[in-house]
Protein backbone atom coordinates (compact mmCIF):
# COMPACT_ATOMS: atom_id res chain seq x y z
CA UNK A 1 0.00 0.00 0.00
CA UNK A 2 2.90 2.01 0.90
CA UNK A 3 4.73 1.56 -2.71
CA UNK A 4 1.76 2.44 -4.65
CA UNK A 5 1.29 5.96 -2.67
CA UNK A 6 4.94 6.88 -3.21
CA UNK A 7 4.61 5.71 -6.48
CA UNK A 8 1.70 7.91 -7.31
CA UNK A 9 3.41 11.47 -5.55
CA UNK A 10 6.34 10.86 -7.98
CA UNK A 11 4.09 10.77 -10.81
CA UNK A 12 2.38 13.87 -9.58
CA UNK A 13 5.32 15.51 -9.11
CA UNK A 14 6.68 14.82 -12.66
CA UNK A 15 3.52 15.86 -14.39
CA UNK A 16 3.23 19.48 -12.38
CA UNK A 17 7.12 19.40 -13.31
CA UNK A 18 6.58 18.98 -16.94
CA UNK A 19 3.76 21.60 -16.45
CA UNK A 20 5.58 24.42 -15.25
CA UNK A 21 8.53 23.84 -17.37
CA UNK A 22 6.24 23.84 -20.53
CA UNK A 23 4.70 27.18 -19.04
CA UNK A 24 8.31 28.97 -18.59
CA UNK A 25 9.29 27.74 -21.83
CA UNK A 26 5.90 29.48 -23.50
CA UNK A 27 6.77 32.62 -21.49
CA UNK A 28 10.39 32.50 -22.33
CA UNK A 29 9.53 32.44 -26.26
CA UNK A 30 6.83 35.27 -25.99
CA UNK A 31 8.25 38.80 -26.60
CA UNK A 32 6.77 42.20 -27.26
CA UNK A 33 8.87 44.58 -29.17
CA UNK A 34 7.84 47.97 -28.98
CA UNK A 35 8.96 50.46 -31.78
CA UNK A 36 10.27 54.32 -31.37
CA UNK A 37 7.28 56.66 -30.50
CA UNK A 38 6.75 59.40 -33.15
CA UNK A 39 7.09 61.59 -29.87
CA UNK A 40 9.96 62.93 -27.60
CA UNK A 41 7.30 64.32 -25.35
CA UNK A 42 3.59 64.52 -24.44
CA UNK A 43 2.16 67.79 -24.22
CA UNK A 44 -1.59 66.99 -23.83
CA UNK A 45 -4.41 69.47 -23.42
CA UNK A 46 -3.53 72.10 -25.50
CA UNK A 47 -6.80 73.49 -27.54
CA UNK A 48 -6.68 72.31 -31.25
CA UNK A 49 -9.34 72.92 -33.48
CA UNK A 50 -11.74 73.97 -30.78
CA UNK A 51 -11.44 70.65 -28.24
CA UNK A 52 -8.43 69.77 -25.89
CA UNK A 53 -5.52 67.52 -28.20
CA UNK A 54 -5.19 63.85 -26.35
CA UNK A 55 -4.15 61.30 -28.68
CA UNK A 56 -1.12 59.46 -28.75
CA UNK A 57 0.48 56.47 -31.04
CA UNK A 58 2.06 53.26 -30.15
CA UNK A 59 3.20 50.31 -32.31
CA UNK A 60 4.82 47.35 -31.62
CA UNK A 61 5.74 43.58 -32.55
CA UNK A 62 4.87 40.17 -30.52
CA UNK A 63 4.96 36.61 -31.16
CA UNK A 64 4.56 33.30 -29.05
CA UNK A 65 1.31 35.00 -27.51
CA UNK A 66 -2.29 33.32 -27.42
CA UNK A 67 -5.06 34.63 -30.43
CA UNK A 68 -7.22 35.82 -27.41
CA UNK A 69 -4.40 37.83 -25.66
CA UNK A 70 -4.89 41.68 -25.57
CA UNK A 71 -2.66 44.67 -25.01
CA UNK A 72 -1.98 48.26 -23.13
CA UNK A 73 -0.01 50.71 -22.55
CA UNK A 74 1.50 50.95 -19.29
CA UNK A 75 2.86 54.02 -17.33
CA UNK A 76 5.13 54.56 -14.48
CA UNK A 77 5.17 56.82 -11.66
CA UNK A 78 6.07 60.11 -11.72
CA UNK A 79 9.60 58.65 -11.07
CA UNK A 80 9.73 55.89 -13.78
CA UNK A 81 9.16 53.61 -11.03
CA UNK A 82 6.95 50.81 -12.63
CA UNK A 83 4.34 49.74 -9.20
CA UNK A 84 3.67 46.00 -8.36
CA UNK A 85 -0.04 47.19 -9.35
CA UNK A 86 0.18 48.34 -13.25
CA UNK A 87 -1.51 51.72 -14.45
CA UNK A 88 -2.55 52.09 -17.82
CA UNK A 89 -3.38 54.75 -19.88
CA UNK A 90 -6.80 55.21 -22.03
CA UNK A 91 -6.75 53.18 -24.55
CA UNK A 92 -8.87 55.00 -27.47
CA UNK A 93 -7.91 52.46 -30.35
CA UNK A 94 -6.33 49.15 -31.57
CA UNK A 95 -5.32 48.65 -34.65
CA UNK A 96 -4.34 45.27 -36.24
CA UNK A 97 -1.75 46.03 -39.06
CA UNK A 98 -0.74 42.08 -39.33
CA UNK A 99 -0.45 38.37 -37.22
CA UNK A 100 2.35 40.22 -35.40
CA UNK A 101 1.91 43.79 -35.10
CA UNK A 102 -0.40 46.73 -33.77
CA UNK A 103 -0.94 50.24 -33.32
CA UNK A 104 -2.49 51.27 -30.11
CA UNK A 105 -4.19 55.07 -29.80
CA UNK A 106 -4.01 56.07 -25.96
CA UNK A 107 -5.03 59.41 -24.13
CA UNK A 108 -3.23 61.31 -20.79
CA UNK A 109 -5.48 60.72 -17.45
CA UNK A 110 -6.47 64.49 -17.07
CA UNK A 111 -5.18 64.98 -13.50
CA UNK A 112 -2.24 63.36 -14.40
CA UNK A 113 0.82 64.49 -12.15
CA UNK A 114 3.27 66.32 -14.14
CA UNK A 115 6.87 64.87 -14.59
CA UNK A 116 9.95 65.14 -16.39
CA UNK A 117 10.37 60.99 -15.63
CA UNK A 118 7.91 58.66 -16.71
CA UNK A 119 8.34 55.62 -18.85
CA UNK A 120 6.02 53.76 -20.82
CA UNK A 121 5.27 50.14 -21.97
CA UNK A 122 3.45 47.86 -23.44
CA UNK A 123 2.01 44.92 -21.14
CA UNK A 124 0.05 42.02 -22.26
CA UNK A 125 -2.83 40.63 -20.48
CA UNK A 126 -0.92 37.47 -19.59
CA UNK A 127 1.71 39.74 -17.89
CA UNK A 128 4.52 39.97 -21.04
CA UNK A 129 6.28 43.14 -20.65
CA UNK A 130 7.99 45.23 -23.58
CA UNK A 131 11.41 46.94 -22.84
CA UNK A 132 10.56 50.79 -22.25
CA UNK A 133 9.04 52.64 -25.48
CA UNK A 134 11.95 54.55 -26.64
CA UNK A 135 11.15 57.86 -28.31
CA UNK A 136 12.92 58.92 -31.87
CA UNK A 137 15.86 60.81 -29.81
CA UNK A 138 16.46 57.14 -28.29
CA UNK A 139 15.56 58.00 -24.41
CA UNK A 140 12.85 56.07 -22.72
CA UNK A 141 12.09 59.07 -20.46
CA UNK A 142 9.37 60.98 -20.93
CA UNK A 143 8.07 64.65 -20.32
CA UNK A 144 4.67 64.03 -19.95
CA UNK A 145 1.61 66.93 -18.62
CA UNK A 146 -1.70 67.29 -19.47
CA UNK A 147 -2.08 71.06 -19.77
CA UNK A 148 -5.54 71.26 -17.46
CA UNK A 149 -5.66 75.14 -17.25
CA UNK A 150 -4.53 77.01 -20.27
CA UNK A 151 -4.22 80.51 -19.80
CA UNK A 152 -3.07 83.77 -17.79
CA UNK A 153 -3.66 83.74 -13.95
CA UNK A 154 -3.41 86.43 -11.93
CA UNK A 155 -1.83 86.87 -8.09
CA UNK A 156 -2.29 89.45 -5.30
CA UNK A 157 -5.53 90.20 -6.16
CA UNK A 158 -4.50 91.57 -9.50
CA UNK A 159 -2.42 94.23 -8.11
CA UNK A 160 0.66 95.64 -9.04
CA UNK A 161 2.73 96.57 -5.71
CA UNK A 162 2.94 95.01 -2.34
CA UNK A 163 5.02 95.42 0.61
CA UNK A 164 6.19 93.77 3.76
CA UNK A 165 8.39 94.70 6.79
CA UNK A 166 11.41 95.01 7.01
CA UNK A 167 12.42 91.81 9.02
CA UNK A 168 8.87 89.88 7.89
CA UNK A 169 7.74 88.30 4.99
CA UNK A 170 4.54 88.47 3.11
CA UNK A 171 2.68 85.64 0.95
CA UNK A 172 2.07 85.99 -2.71
CA UNK A 173 -0.65 83.41 -3.92
CA UNK A 174 -2.55 83.02 -7.05
CA UNK A 175 -6.22 84.28 -6.96
CA UNK A 176 -9.20 81.56 -7.10
CA UNK A 177 -11.95 83.99 -6.48
CA UNK A 178 -14.32 82.04 -7.61
CA UNK A 179 -13.62 78.22 -6.66
CA UNK A 180 -17.36 77.54 -7.44
CA UNK A 181 -15.85 77.62 -11.03
CA UNK A 182 -13.55 74.91 -11.71
CA UNK A 183 -11.74 77.15 -14.51
CA UNK A 184 -11.67 79.90 -13.37
CA UNK A 185 -8.39 79.72 -11.65
CA UNK A 186 -5.48 77.26 -12.07
CA UNK A 187 -5.59 76.22 -8.23
CA UNK A 188 -8.94 73.85 -8.79
CA UNK A 189 -6.58 71.51 -10.21
CA UNK A 190 -4.68 69.91 -7.87
CA UNK A 191 -2.28 67.98 -9.86
CA UNK A 192 -0.68 71.49 -11.28
CA UNK A 193 2.90 72.88 -10.30
CA UNK A 194 4.13 76.56 -10.35
CA UNK A 195 7.34 78.32 -11.48
CA UNK A 196 7.82 81.52 -9.32
CA UNK A 197 10.20 84.15 -10.56
CA UNK A 198 12.05 86.92 -8.64
CA UNK A 199 13.65 90.01 -11.13
CA UNK A 200 12.98 87.43 -14.15
CA UNK A 201 15.10 85.00 -12.43
CA UNK A 202 13.73 81.37 -11.51
CA UNK A 203 13.42 80.52 -7.80
CA UNK A 204 14.99 77.20 -7.45
CA UNK A 205 12.82 74.62 -5.18
CA UNK A 206 9.42 77.04 -5.26
CA UNK A 207 6.45 75.08 -6.49
CA UNK A 208 3.28 75.37 -5.01
CA UNK A 209 0.15 77.95 -5.32
CA UNK A 210 1.71 80.46 -3.05
CA UNK A 211 5.40 81.99 -2.70
CA UNK A 212 6.51 83.93 1.02
CA UNK A 213 8.71 86.81 -0.35
CA UNK A 214 11.35 88.15 2.07
CA UNK A 215 13.44 90.52 -0.30
CA UNK A 216 12.10 93.65 -2.50
CA UNK A 217 11.59 92.77 -5.99
CA UNK A 218 9.57 91.99 -8.78
CA UNK A 219 7.79 88.80 -8.68
CA UNK A 220 5.17 86.48 -10.91
CA UNK A 221 4.48 82.88 -11.31
CA UNK A 222 3.91 80.68 -14.30
CA UNK A 223 2.53 77.23 -14.61
CA UNK A 224 5.02 74.73 -14.92
CA UNK A 225 4.84 72.35 -17.73
CA UNK A 226 8.09 71.36 -18.10
CA UNK A 227 9.23 71.66 -21.40
CA UNK A 228 5.42 71.82 -22.93
CA UNK A 229 5.54 75.18 -20.77
CA UNK A 230 4.15 78.93 -22.23
CA UNK A 231 4.71 82.14 -21.30
CA UNK A 232 1.35 83.01 -21.87
CA UNK A 233 0.45 80.54 -18.62
CA UNK A 234 1.65 83.15 -16.09
CA UNK A 235 0.90 85.94 -13.88
CA UNK A 236 0.97 89.31 -13.14
CA UNK A 237 4.28 91.03 -12.18
CA UNK A 238 3.84 92.30 -8.58
CA UNK A 239 6.72 95.10 -7.52
CA UNK A 240 7.17 94.19 -3.62
CA UNK A 241 8.73 96.35 -1.86
CA UNK A 242 10.15 96.87 1.61
CA UNK A 243 9.24 99.05 4.61
CA UNK A 244 11.83 99.33 7.58
CA UNK A 245 8.51 102.20 9.52
CA UNK A 246 6.03 103.85 8.84
CA UNK A 247 6.02 106.24 5.44
CA UNK A 248 4.05 106.89 2.70
CA UNK A 249 5.37 103.51 0.17
CA UNK A 250 1.60 102.97 -0.38
CA UNK A 251 -0.46 103.55 -3.49
CA UNK A 252 -3.17 103.95 -4.41
CA UNK A 253 -5.06 102.90 -8.14
CA UNK A 254 -8.73 103.60 -9.38
CA UNK A 255 -9.71 101.27 -11.77
CA UNK A 256 -11.34 103.73 -14.21
CA UNK A 257 -8.42 106.10 -14.44
CA UNK A 258 -8.27 109.96 -12.73
CA UNK A 259 -9.34 111.60 -13.74
CA UNK A 260 -12.88 109.22 -13.93
CA UNK A 261 -16.02 109.18 -15.52
CA UNK A 262 -18.67 106.95 -13.70
CA UNK A 263 -21.16 106.42 -15.89
CA UNK A 264 -23.53 105.85 -13.46
CA UNK A 265 -21.12 103.10 -11.61
CA UNK A 266 -18.58 103.40 -9.15
CA UNK A 267 -14.58 103.34 -9.90
CA UNK A 268 -12.80 100.75 -7.23
CA UNK A 269 -9.81 102.28 -5.35
CA UNK A 270 -7.29 99.87 -4.30
CA UNK A 271 -4.09 99.68 -2.04
CA UNK A 272 -1.39 98.21 -1.51
CA UNK A 273 -1.94 94.82 -0.08
CA UNK A 274 -1.29 94.76 3.45
CA UNK A 275 -3.02 93.16 6.85
CA UNK A 276 -5.64 95.54 7.25
CA UNK A 277 -7.01 99.54 6.03
CA UNK A 278 -8.34 102.29 7.29
CA UNK A 279 -9.98 104.37 4.59
CA UNK A 280 -10.34 108.18 4.97
CA UNK A 281 -11.87 110.79 2.39
CA UNK A 282 -11.12 114.74 2.53
CA UNK A 283 -9.68 113.56 6.45
CA UNK A 284 -12.67 112.01 7.85
CA UNK A 285 -12.61 108.45 8.62
CA UNK A 286 -15.13 106.08 5.91
CA UNK A 287 -16.92 104.53 8.76
CA UNK A 288 -16.96 100.46 8.28
CA UNK A 289 -14.63 99.96 5.62
CA UNK A 290 -11.69 97.80 6.45
CA UNK A 291 -10.84 95.64 2.89
CA UNK A 292 -8.10 96.73 0.46
CA UNK A 293 -10.72 97.89 -2.04
CA UNK A 294 -12.99 101.03 -2.02
CA UNK A 295 -15.85 101.68 -4.64
CA UNK A 296 -16.91 105.31 -5.19
CA UNK A 297 -18.32 107.68 -7.20
CA UNK A 298 -17.51 110.99 -5.53
CA UNK A 299 -14.25 112.86 -6.05
CA UNK A 300 -12.34 113.95 -3.41
CA UNK A 301 -9.06 113.39 -1.53
CA UNK A 302 -8.92 109.41 -0.45
CA UNK A 303 -5.89 108.32 1.88
CA UNK A 304 -5.61 104.82 3.02
CA UNK A 305 -3.36 103.51 6.38
CA UNK A 306 -2.31 99.78 5.76
CA UNK A 307 -0.98 97.64 8.12
CA UNK A 308 1.95 95.53 7.23
CA UNK A 309 2.23 93.46 10.89
CA UNK A 310 4.80 95.49 12.72
CA UNK A 311 4.63 98.59 10.33
CA UNK A 312 2.35 101.08 8.77
CA UNK A 313 2.45 102.92 5.41
CA UNK A 314 0.11 105.66 3.93
CA UNK A 315 -1.16 106.25 0.43
CA UNK A 316 -3.40 108.95 -1.00
CA UNK A 317 -4.85 109.89 -4.37
CA UNK A 318 -6.90 113.47 -5.61
CA UNK A 319 -9.46 111.84 -7.45
CA UNK A 320 -10.96 114.13 -9.99
CA UNK A 321 -14.59 112.67 -10.95
CA UNK A 322 -15.76 114.19 -14.80
CA UNK A 323 -19.20 114.02 -13.43
CA UNK A 324 -21.05 116.99 -12.33
CA UNK A 325 -22.81 118.76 -9.48
CA UNK A 326 -26.33 119.63 -9.28
CA UNK A 327 -28.93 120.84 -6.11
CA UNK A 328 -32.60 122.20 -6.37
CA UNK A 329 -33.99 124.85 -4.09
CA UNK A 330 -37.38 122.22 -2.61
CA UNK A 331 -37.51 120.50 0.33
CA UNK A 332 -38.17 116.90 0.09
CA UNK A 333 -41.62 117.62 1.06
CA UNK A 334 -43.74 120.19 0.65
CA UNK A 335 -47.21 122.33 0.46
CA UNK A 336 -48.99 124.22 -1.41
CA UNK A 337 -52.93 126.43 -1.07
CA UNK A 338 -55.49 125.98 -3.18
CA UNK A 339 -54.85 128.29 -6.54
CA UNK A 340 -51.21 128.49 -5.44
CA UNK A 341 -48.13 127.66 -7.45
CA UNK A 342 -44.77 126.67 -6.87
CA UNK A 343 -41.71 127.38 -8.84
CA UNK A 344 -38.90 124.73 -8.11
CA UNK A 345 -35.44 125.31 -10.03
CA UNK A 346 -32.37 122.47 -10.43
CA UNK A 347 -28.39 124.18 -10.31
CA UNK A 348 -26.24 122.43 -12.20
CA UNK A 349 -22.79 122.72 -14.09
CA UNK A 350 -23.45 120.37 -16.32
CA UNK A 351 -22.13 120.31 -20.05
CA UNK A 352 -24.61 120.72 -22.38
CA UNK A 353 -27.12 119.29 -19.77
CA UNK A 354 -31.06 118.03 -20.49
CA UNK A 355 -34.03 117.96 -18.15
CA UNK A 356 -36.70 115.69 -17.64
CA UNK A 357 -39.98 116.51 -15.27
CA UNK A 358 -41.77 113.63 -13.72
CA UNK A 359 -45.37 113.58 -12.09
CA UNK A 360 -46.54 110.52 -10.69
CA UNK A 361 -43.92 108.47 -12.78
CA UNK A 362 -44.85 110.29 -16.06
CA UNK A 363 -42.89 111.91 -18.09
CA UNK A 364 -44.47 115.65 -18.48
CA UNK A 365 -44.82 116.86 -21.88
CA UNK A 366 -42.91 120.13 -23.00
CA UNK A 367 -41.21 120.30 -19.23
CA UNK A 368 -37.90 120.80 -20.69
CA UNK A 369 -36.14 123.32 -18.69
CA UNK A 370 -34.25 124.24 -15.67
CA UNK A 371 -36.77 125.51 -13.88
CA UNK A 372 -41.02 123.90 -13.38
CA UNK A 373 -44.06 125.87 -12.49
CA UNK A 374 -45.68 123.09 -9.86
CA UNK A 375 -49.49 123.31 -9.60
CA UNK A 376 -50.85 120.34 -8.92
CA UNK A 377 -49.96 118.28 -5.52
CA UNK A 378 -48.26 114.63 -6.35
CA UNK A 379 -44.84 113.16 -6.43
CA UNK A 380 -42.30 114.72 -8.86
CA UNK A 381 -39.21 113.65 -9.82
CA UNK A 382 -36.52 115.73 -12.27
CA UNK A 383 -33.52 114.04 -14.09
CA UNK A 384 -30.30 116.09 -15.23
CA UNK A 385 -28.39 114.50 -18.12
CA UNK A 386 -24.82 115.64 -18.82
CA UNK A 387 -24.49 114.69 -22.69
CA UNK A 388 -20.91 116.34 -23.46
CA UNK A 389 -17.97 114.73 -22.27
CA UNK A 390 -18.58 112.41 -18.96
CA UNK A 391 -22.28 111.03 -19.83
CA UNK A 392 -23.52 110.74 -16.78
CA UNK A 393 -27.18 111.92 -14.66
CA UNK A 394 -28.58 112.96 -11.79
CA UNK A 395 -32.30 112.86 -10.04
CA UNK A 396 -33.91 114.70 -7.49
CA UNK A 397 -37.45 113.90 -5.97
CA UNK A 398 -40.11 116.04 -4.15
CA UNK A 399 -43.39 115.78 -2.84
CA UNK A 400 -45.86 118.60 -2.78
CA UNK A 401 -49.35 118.28 -0.65
CA UNK A 402 -51.95 120.24 -0.43
CA UNK A 403 -53.80 121.86 2.85
CA UNK A 404 -56.24 119.77 4.85
CA UNK A 405 -59.33 121.71 3.68
CA UNK A 406 -58.18 120.34 -0.05
CA UNK A 407 -58.19 116.36 0.46
CA UNK A 408 -61.49 116.36 -0.68
CA UNK A 409 -61.47 118.18 -3.48
CA UNK A 410 -61.57 116.72 -6.76
CA UNK A 411 -60.48 118.52 -9.61
CA UNK A 412 -63.27 118.66 -12.56
CA UNK A 413 -60.60 120.46 -14.98
CA UNK A 414 -57.95 118.74 -16.84
CA UNK A 415 -55.51 121.98 -18.16
CA UNK A 416 -53.12 119.72 -20.18
CA UNK A 417 -51.02 122.65 -21.30
CA UNK A 418 -49.91 123.31 -17.61
CA UNK A 419 -50.50 119.15 -16.40
CA UNK A 420 -51.42 116.71 -18.66
CA UNK A 421 -52.67 114.17 -15.86
CA UNK A 422 -55.67 113.88 -13.89
CA UNK A 423 -55.31 114.21 -10.07
CA UNK A 424 -57.16 113.47 -7.03
CA UNK A 425 -56.28 113.57 -3.13
CA UNK A 426 -54.22 110.53 -1.65
CA UNK A 427 -57.00 109.53 0.36
CA UNK A 428 -58.68 108.48 -2.90
CA UNK A 429 -55.24 106.54 -3.93
CA UNK A 430 -55.25 102.93 -2.35
CA UNK A 431 -56.14 99.43 -2.84
CA UNK A 432 -59.76 99.42 -1.43
CA UNK A 433 -60.68 102.76 -3.99
CA UNK A 434 -62.24 101.87 -7.47
CA UNK A 435 -61.96 104.86 -9.87
CA UNK A 436 -64.29 104.67 -13.37
CA UNK A 437 -64.13 107.52 -15.97
CA UNK A 438 -66.58 107.20 -18.97
CA UNK A 439 -66.84 109.17 -21.88
CA UNK A 440 -69.60 111.31 -22.53
CA UNK A 441 -71.00 108.42 -25.29
CA UNK A 442 -70.66 105.86 -22.65
CA UNK A 443 -67.40 104.01 -23.14
CA UNK A 444 -65.56 103.16 -19.72
CA UNK A 445 -62.25 104.64 -20.76
CA UNK A 446 -60.77 103.76 -17.10
CA UNK A 447 -61.71 101.11 -14.06
CA UNK A 448 -58.80 100.75 -11.91
CA UNK A 449 -58.14 100.13 -7.76
CA UNK A 450 -55.28 102.33 -6.77
CA UNK A 451 -55.14 105.29 -9.56
CA UNK A 452 -51.83 106.40 -9.56
CA UNK A 453 -52.38 109.68 -11.24
CA UNK A 454 -51.46 108.64 -14.52
CA UNK A 455 -54.87 109.60 -16.72
CA UNK A 456 -54.91 109.89 -19.66
CA UNK A 457 -52.02 107.55 -20.16
CA UNK A 458 -52.12 109.01 -23.86
CA UNK A 459 -52.73 111.84 -25.85
CA UNK A 460 -56.47 113.40 -25.90
CA UNK A 461 -57.55 114.46 -29.52
CA UNK A 462 -59.39 117.49 -28.87
CA UNK A 463 -60.55 119.52 -31.90
CA UNK A 464 -62.92 121.71 -31.92
CA UNK A 465 -65.10 120.48 -29.05
CA UNK A 466 -63.41 120.44 -25.54
CA UNK A 467 -64.35 116.84 -24.29
CA UNK A 468 -65.93 115.93 -21.20
CA UNK A 469 -65.21 112.67 -19.06
CA UNK A 470 -67.41 111.18 -16.12
CA UNK A 471 -66.13 109.54 -12.72
CA UNK A 472 -66.99 107.59 -10.37
CA UNK A 473 -64.54 106.78 -7.12
CA UNK A 474 -66.34 104.51 -4.89
CA UNK A 475 -63.99 103.54 -1.44
CA UNK A 476 -63.76 104.09 2.37
CA UNK A 477 -64.25 107.54 1.97
CA UNK A 478 -67.09 106.85 0.35
CA UNK A 479 -68.73 107.42 -3.04
CA UNK A 480 -68.16 110.45 -5.08
CA UNK A 481 -69.42 111.46 -8.48
CA UNK A 482 -68.48 114.08 -11.08
CA UNK A 483 -67.46 115.27 -14.40
CA UNK A 484 -64.05 116.28 -15.77
CA UNK A 485 -63.83 118.53 -18.44
CA UNK A 486 -60.37 118.38 -20.85
CA UNK A 487 -58.82 121.60 -22.25
CA UNK A 488 -56.15 122.22 -24.62
Not at 266 to 271: F, P, Q
Amino acid sequence: MMKKTTLSLIKSLLFLGVFFFTVYQSNAQATISASKSDFVNICAGEIVNGKPFNEYYTTFTYSGLPADVTFGVEISDENGNFLATPAFLNVIEETTISATQKTIKFAIPLELKGSDNYSLRIKSSNGINSQRIRNFVNSDTFSIFYKNYADSFSINNQGPNAAFCGGGSLTLSIDNPTPAVKESSPVNYTNLKYIWYKDDVLIPGQNAASLAVNTAGNYYAKIDYGPCSDNNYSSNRVNVTSISGSGSTTTISSSLGNPFCANGGNTVLTATSGNSYVWKKDGVVISGVTTRTYATNEGGVYTVDVNFGGCTASGSINLISNSFDASIDVAETTTIEEGETLSVTVTDDASSPTYEWYLNGNLIPGATADTYLVSFRGNYRVKISQSGGCISSKEFTFKVNGPPSLATVIPNVIKLSTSPYWNIPDEYRNENTKVIIISSNGEKVLDVVNYQGDWPQTGLDIKNVNPVYYYVIKGDAGEKKGSITVLK
